[in-house]
């Protein structure tokens, strides 16, 4: 049986954890919400949607923002609001996960040389930009609580993946770029940034033709979101506390060909 971590009546109400976290109403980011949550630690949260109404009732999820990260506007607003939240407390985990990865309705790659550069744009300012904001954003919080960030990159920023478009692997290659350059300037600090590279992971984002990565990969099966979840906790807690500028790959071994 999965450890789910102490129970609310374990853990002294001032030593409790606090994670930000972004583009959690669904897949990855739902499942990172509730493996933190089931540790006890306090989440805020933003997506463009609104959270199901079953997890309002999770009295760990402190508050849920819906939030356009793709208006510099609507970003800085989020951050405003969750330092506000936050007050003069420290904050222990960043998780930049929100992104976009554009398809078209016929199935085709979105490569360099189709598709409109005004979308190459929008991607970059989801998953990329806004991560940088947010670190900013969040800088004292985090310095407060000698925190973490783990910024959610992907397989696909580490060679031409056959489905997701050059837009979305090339912003997630800058962001790993931009994990090892965050990571020396937060050292500072006594913060430590690190990645999370997913490979193909069971949500809602994957297709029928995933189906016919899965013998790419050595260990034979598409990972789960608590998989992933499970990583990010780790690399936010003391186990990992020598470790920054890294990048973990959950691919099952995908990665290495």
């Known amino acids: 049986m999965q450890d789910k971590g102490p129970s609310n009546h374990e853990v002294d109400p001032e030593q409790?954890?606090?994670l930000v976290l972004t583009g959690a109403s669904r897949g990855i980011g739902h499942s990172t919400v509730q493996y933190f949550s089931q540790r006890n630690w306090?989440?805020?949260?933003?997506?463009?949607?609104?959270?199901?109404?079953?997890c309002r009732r999770d009295p760990?999820?402190?508050?849920?923002?819906?939030?356009?990260?793709?208006?510099?506007?609507?970003t800085?607003?989020?951050?405003?609001?969750?330092?506000?939240?936050?007050?003069e407390a420290p904050l222990h985990a960043l998780v930049n996960n929100?992104?976009?990865s554009p398809k078209t309705t016929y199935k085709e790659r979105l490569g360099c040389l189709n598709g409109d550069v005004e979308t190459w744009r929008e991607v970059f300012e989801l998953n990329f930009f806004a991560p940088l904001m947010l670190c900013r954003g969040f800088a004292p919080a985090l310095g407060r609580g000698e925190g973490a960030v783990v910024n959610i990159t992907s397989i696909a920023g580490h060679?031409?993946?056959p489905f997701a478009g050059s837009a979305y692997s090339t912003s997630k290659s800058a962001l790993s770029a931009l994990t090892r350059e965050l990571a020396?300037?937060?050292?500072?600090?006594?913060v430590r940034v690190n990645a999370v590279a997913p490979g193909e992971i069971e949500t809602?984002?994957?297709?029928?033709?995933?189906?016919?990565?899965?013998?790419?990969?050595?260990?034979?099966?598409?990972?789960?979101?608590?998989?992933?979840?499970s990583a990010v906790y780790q690399l936010c807690t003391p186990n990992f506390g020598y470790v920054t500028g890294t990048e973990i790959f959950v691919t099952g071994g995908q990665h290495l060909f």
């Open 42 to 54: 306090r989440v805020i949260t933003c997506s463009r949607e609104n959270i199901p109404d079953h």
């Open 16 to 18: 409790r954890k606090t």
């Open 98 to 100: 929100a992104a976009v």
């Open 184 to 190: 020396v300037e937060f050292a500072r600090f006594g």
């Open 60 to 74: 760990n999820w402190t508050e849920h923002i819906v939030t356009d990260l793709n208006n510099t506007e609507s």
């Open 76 to 87: 800085q607003k989020f951050i405003d609001r969750a330092n506000e939240i936050l007050g």
């Open 159 to 161: 060679g031409v993946h």
């Open 204 to 229: 809602d984002m994957i297709g029928e033709e995933y189906e016919a990565l899965i013998p790419r990969i050595p260990m034979n099966r598409m990972g789960q979101p608590v998989e992933v979840a």
